[in-house]
Each structure stands twice: as C-alpha cells, then as structure tokens.
Nanobody
Framework: QVQLVESGGGLVQAGGSLRLSCAVSGSIVSIISMTWYRQVPGKQRELVAVINSGGSTNYADSVNGRFTISRDNAKRMLYLQMNSLKPEDTAVYYC?????????????WGQGTQVTVSS
C-alpha cells in the first residue's frame, strides 16, 4: 500500500516560518510529480506548489517568493519551506504524488496537516 503522511503543521505568528514534510512509503517504481495543495473549509482546494521528476517547480502567485518546494528522492520525502507566513496562508495542507506503480501511474493523497497563522 502506498501512503503519504504530512507533518510539520502548527501555529505560527505572521511573518514566521514552517517546514512541512511528506513521507512516501510503499512500492513505487518512480515519481512523476509531487504537489502541495491547501484547502480552507468550504472553499475549493488550491494548488500551492509542484515539483516534477526533472526538478522543475511551479508556484501559485500567492506564495511565489515565500514558499519553496523540494524533494529528496533517496529519502522519499517532499518538503515545503514556508517563510513570511500570512494569516491567509491558514489552511490544511495536503501532499499529493503521482507515481508509477509497475505499468500504471496512480495519484495519491496524504491526510493533510493543519497550518494556522495568527496575525
């Protein structure tokens, strides 16, 4: 069974920093891409940052310049370094991965980790 487990969320003051982690376990042939999303209750899930198999990244305009997505394939870990946090960054952050499992590609979600930014 493939599992993604997020950690690192918490309460932080505006202007502070957090580093989220996503641990991947299970039988995976290769990683196609990994993505951080976030969601506020009652609102649509929002893409935050993406990293593809070649290491290229893309960010939402709202976090560009403040957040950094990175990956350690050997450790099977995904990270999101969040700096200069704002109250509007408050959300549940989810890790998503698209992986090759044998001859097929599958999309997996973690359980999410809560980030709360106080003003």
């Amino acid at each position: 069974q493939v599992q993604l487990v997020e950690s690192g969320g918490g309460l932080v003051q505006a202007g502070g920093s957090l580093r989220l982690s996503c641990a991947v376990s299970g039988s995976i042939v290769s990683i196609i891409s990994m993505t951080w999303y976030r969601q506020v209750p009652g609102k649509q899930r929002e893409l935050v940052a993406v990293i593809n198999s070649g290491g290229s990244t893309n960010y939402a305009d709202s976090v560009n310049g403040r957040f950094t997505i990175s990956r350690d394939n050997a450790k099977r870990m995904l990270y999101l370094q969040m700096n200069s946090l704002k109250p509007e960054d408050t959300a549940v952050y989810y890790c998503n991965g698209v992986f090759m499992l044998s001859a097929i590609a599958l999309n997996y979600w973690g359980q999410g980790t809560q980030v709360t930014v106080s003003s």
